[in-house]
């Protein structure tokens, strides 16, 4: 018995022991499983990783290639249309660098200081900072960023923290309300979330979450930091004991513990944005409004009709030029004679998209006009693709009864998501017209981050105090900041708004309806002015006209874009749907538009040699061509104009001075011409049915679709662009066609070869050949190959007789007109769809013959491909001193096309 039990005991024992090791051994696997999860969950329900996601979707698409993007039919981006931002953007230029430069990134890491004249101050190690210094073009520029990456690396230039002036209604930075018990299905700071391995710490977390314009910061589980509006409930309150985990970044500190939470005031007060009153109180008097037009272009006529749709006497226009655009600033400075209450600014900047400059420029213009005699209550940021969806009467009522308030757009989206991804955590520096990306940065500590829209209206006393010219600490602080970051005007009011004693001024909305769509406007289409993808809204079209109606009962004033190159019907629309349907109806010529394209008396930008070799040659043909009493020789070109007819892009004119031999006077003359290429199909099939049409151009704007270069001229630096649009299938069959385009020189010559199917729902897509400039000049022409030729376009590389605005000398034409030594090969099975051998060597010797010809002989050969390139249309004579050529051509104001037709829409004259 006694044997017997022992052994029992002894066995009762041993199970003990192995029961208790296995359910430790379990509470341990549970508690691990726990953990695990716990943080997946997290993850997965925090708008972090959520964002990200969606981040790399954009990415995807975004460097997707263009011929591929036109098949995507549907909106693959998740972020809504209705998005004001002017620029979720993306990193995608870094991505594809890195992928490009993968191979020499063991040279990248260095700098490569045998091509700079300088020697930087620091030892520079970022990256980005050398990549930028060896991309950019000039010495000063590379100086520039290797300063600042080196006075950045010193902790030099940053601010590191910045004062918040906005009243905190008694909630104090920093204050601990102590450790709290937290749920993970009910967090009790529910509004941003992260995990900083290294860095978190209660006073991290607070700078954080303030910055996010949060009023409590928590930190949990040691790393993890948590932001929310919502006072924590006293009920969840344990003793500090529970919160016993340490900070990664001070293990002196807790960091909450296991679903336990320190939680602190960030020491801001909850923000309400202001509501917009809709009537003002009696005897208030009416808001006086400056218009701050910043232009850019020469969209001059666009300009005008917007000017005299918002005049009012007692508005003021303020307008700042891009300082490279002669043709606007002088034909604009004629306004300030005529009218008062119209002034140009003369501190004219040079505006890249997206750059630093910009706010440059605002806060010079906001100076001046702060210490001009005019007395305006607000000001509004517009440009020459603006255009009012109310009348002056009613903005002029809305913003009398909210004055002193101020109207900005907020992005409403996660503040640190939004910091991403407008790169405010990055340096940017801005030289030979770049922003140049040269690193991370941390914002300053202290102050709400706030941005979205660049189109604001600002009340006087808010400009007084944001561009003063003895700023405090504040604002001298977000100017530094701002100074090197992309799209500053994004965010700079904003920022400076919510952190001053104006934060109650604030109205969450800009006034302006944006046409965005994303699917077009976010083709990373800056990057060769900035190191960044932008995004860019789109004109609107009449399609789009619910956009502009659905405005009506709300707060809006403005919308954009509009262009007239692109749509003018809908600008008429939209004035009769303001005014009444007989508005302008009747007027002369409303739906022509003219736009400049070339003034003798600019000095930048500079003229386009192969539009004025052209120009040139259409003048001297038709002169030949014209027979009556009128002997006229064309000396000087004036003006070239692009004209539009119904939306549809008509001729270029040409306004020259020309000497009349036979009465021995000068006259000026208008002649228009036209491209006349046109694809040709040379088979007939079904599938060719559907091709709509291939026409090959430059400046393919691929947001409107659309040839900014109307004219079509292109000349041996020219990077022409083939478009080709089909119509749908009727039977949705699920074919697709492989086809290839080959592109044969003037010498018969395969220069490049394009391969691509077309499905039955292609529609349009462009192709974009790497031709080696200069390209050879004469006819070229592209042939669409599917088994056989099916379809061809012919196109003319212009010989030039102008080179940088000058005639060309000997020596710059047999280098000009040469071509590229650089052919590639092909697969000798294209041949059969080049020319014979026997022609090859015709062309390639006629190639060689004609790059030699010089003076007349090079004028007559620029004649005869332009004659048979181009239509040339009607002259008319524009001024006559004796009304001598007069009686045999029309005058040129009696017509319907010329540049002296009548325009009233943009006629500032009566007003
Ligand atoms: C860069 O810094 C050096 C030394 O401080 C200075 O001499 C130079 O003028 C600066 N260059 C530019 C372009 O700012
Ligand atoms: C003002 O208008 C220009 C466009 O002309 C825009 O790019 C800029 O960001 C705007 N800025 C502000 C602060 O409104
Ligand atoms: C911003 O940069 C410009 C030119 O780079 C400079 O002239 C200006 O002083 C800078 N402003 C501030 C506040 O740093
Ligand atoms: C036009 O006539 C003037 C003299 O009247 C002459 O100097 C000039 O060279 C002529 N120009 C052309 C292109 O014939
Ligand atoms: C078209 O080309 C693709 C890839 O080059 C190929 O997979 C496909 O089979 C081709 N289709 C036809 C109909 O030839
Ligand atoms: C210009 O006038 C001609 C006839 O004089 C007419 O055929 C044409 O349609 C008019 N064009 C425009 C744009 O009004
Ligand atoms: C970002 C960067 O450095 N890009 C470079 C990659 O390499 C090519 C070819 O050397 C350069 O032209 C790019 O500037």
Not at 4 to 31: A, H, P
Not at 228 to 240: H, I, M, V
Not at 635 to 661: C, G, P, R
Request: positive net charge; charged residues 25%.
């Amino acid at each position: 018995m006694v044997v017997t039990k022992s052994v029992e005991n002894r066995w009762l024992r041993r199970y003990r022991i192995c029961f208790l090791i296995g359910t430790l051994i379990l509470s341990f696997q549970i508690y691990l499983a726990v953990r695990f999860f716990r943080i997946n969950i997290d993850n997965l329900n925090t708008s972090g990783d959520f964002d990200r996601i969606k981040v790399s979707n954009f990415e995807i698409n975004d460097v997707e290639n263009s011929v591929n993007s036109a098949r995507r039919s549907k909106d693959s981006f998740s972020i809504d249309d209705e998005d004001i931002s002017n620029s979720l953007i993306q990193q995608t230029k870094t991505k594809r660098d890195t992928v490009i430069n993968k191979t020499q990134n063991k040279n990248q890491l260095h700098l490569r200081l045998e091509e700079l004249d300088f020697i930087p101050t620091c030892k520079i190690t970022t990256k980005e900072a050398i990549s930028a210094i060896h991309r950019a073009k000039t010495q000063k520029c590379k100086q520039i960023i290797s300063n600042i990456t080196c006075l950045i690396s010193d902790d030099l230039l940053y601010p590191k923290e910045l004062p918040n002036y906005c009243p905190n209604e008694g909630f104090v930075a920093g204050k601990s309300l102590g450790c709290f018990k937290d749920e993970k299905s009910f967090r009790l700071l529910n509004g941003y979330y992260g995990n900083y391995k290294n860095t978190n710490s209660p006073d991290f977390c607070m700078h954080l979450c303030l910055q996010s314009g949060f009023l409590y910061a928590g930190v949990q589980y040691s790393f993890e930091c948590f932001c929310g509006n919502d006072e924590p409930s006293a009920t969840a309150r344990l003793p500090d004991s529970s919160c016993n985990m340490k900070c990664p970044a001070d293990p002196h500190l807790a960091c909450g513990g296991y679903y336990t939470v320190n939680i602190y005031q960030t020491g801001i007060a909850k923000f309400t944005p202001q509501i917009a009153e809709t009537t003002a109180l009696p005897n208030t008097k009416r808001a006086r409004i400056v218009f701050l037009l910043t232009l850019n272009g020469r969209a001059l006529r666009q300009i005008k009709r917007l000017i005299r749709i918002l005049y009012h006497e007692d508005h003021y226009f303020y307008i700042h030029i891009d300082v490279r655009q002669d043709y606007l600033f002088r034909e604009l400075l004629r306004l300030e004679k005529q009218f008062s209450n119209i002034r140009l600014t003369r501190k004219r900047f040079c505006t890249i998209w997206g750059g630093a400059s910009l706010l440059q420029m605002l806060l010079s213009s906001m100076r001046e006009l702060l210490s001009s005699d005019w007395r305006w209550d607000f000001v509004i940021n517009l440009s020459e693709s603006d255009y009012p969806v109310k009348t002056g009467n009613k903005l002029v009522e809305f913003l009398t009864a909210n004055k002193g308030k101020n109207f900005v757009k907020s992005h409403g989206r996660e503040v640190q998501r939004f910091i991403q991804k407008q790169g405010l955590d990055k340096t940017f520096v801005e030289c030979d017209t770049h922003m140049w990306r040269v690193g991370d940065r941390k914002l300053p500590w202290g102050i709400q981050i706030d941005g979205g829209s660049d189109w604001i209206a600002l009340s006087r006393e808010f400009v007084s105090y944001a561009a003063s010219d003895e700023p405090d600490d504040l604002v001298s602080g977000l100017r530094i900041v701002f100074n090197h970051t992309l799209l500053p005007a994004e965010s700079f009011f904003h920022t400076v708004l919510k952190n001053s004693k104006f934060c109650n001024t604030y109205i969450d909305n800009n006034l302006h309806v944006t046409n965005w769509k994303r699917r077009l406007g976010c083709k990373c289409q800056y990057k060769h002015i900035v190191d960044w993808c932008g995004c860019s809204p789109n004109d609107f079209l009449p399609e789009d006209w619910l956009r502009i109606q659905n405005t009506e009962a709300r707060q809006i004033f403005f919308a954009r874009k509009f262009e007239p190159v692109i749509n003018q019907a809908v600008i008429l629309q939209l004035e009769q749907w303001l005014y009444n349907s007989n508005f302008n109806k009747n007027m002369l010529n409303i739906n022509s538009y003219w736009q400049n394209i070339y003034h003798y008396l600019d000095l930048t930008p500079s003229p386009d040699d192969s539009l004025l070799t052209v120009a040139q040659s259409i003048i001297r043909v038709n002169s030949k061509s014209i027979s009556n009493k009128c002997k006229l020789i064309p000396d000087k070109i004036w003006e070239i104009t692009s004209f539009h007819t119904d939306d549809a892009y008509q001729k270029t004119l040409v306004l020259y001075l020309a000497n009349d031999t036979s009465a021995g006077q000068k006259v000026t003359v208008e002649t228009s011409f036209k491209d006349k290429s046109t694809f040709v199909l040379l088979k007939s099939s079904p599938f060719l049915h559907r091709l709509k049409s291939l026409a090959v151009s430059t400046d393919y704007d691929p947001k409107e679709q659309t040839f900014r270069n109307f004219a079509q001229i292109m000349g041996p630096y020219s990077e022409p662009t083939l478009v080709f649009e089909f119509n749908s299938s009727p039977e949705v069959s699920a074919k697709t066609t492989n086809v290839s385009f080959l592109w044969i020189d003037p010498a018969g010559r395969l220069a490049d070869l394009y391969d691509t199917s077309i499905d039955d729902n292609y529609v349009t897509g462009h192709i974009k050949p790497s031709l080696k400039q200069p390209l050879l000049p004469g006819s070229w022409t592209i042939k669409l190959i599917h088994k056989q030729v099916l379809a061809e376009i012919k196109f003319l590389i212009t010989p030039l007789e102008f080179f940088s605005g000058n005639v060309v000398t000997q020596k710059q034409v047999s280098f000009i007109h040469s071509g590229s030594d650089i052919i590639k090969e092909f697969d000798s099975y294209w041949d059969k769809f080049l020319p014979n051998n026997f022609d090859r060597d015709t062309f390639l010797s006629k190639s060689i013959a004609d790059s030699k010809r010089f003076g007349t002989d090079l004028r007559d050969w620029i004649d005869s491909l332009v004659s048979k390139f181009f239509i040339i249309g009607s002259s008319c004579i524009a001024n006559d001193p004796n009304k001598v050529c007069a009686r045999g051509f029309e005058e040129c104001p009696n017509t319907n096309w010329s540049s002296y037709a009548p325009d009233p829409k943009s006629s500032l004259k009566n007003i």
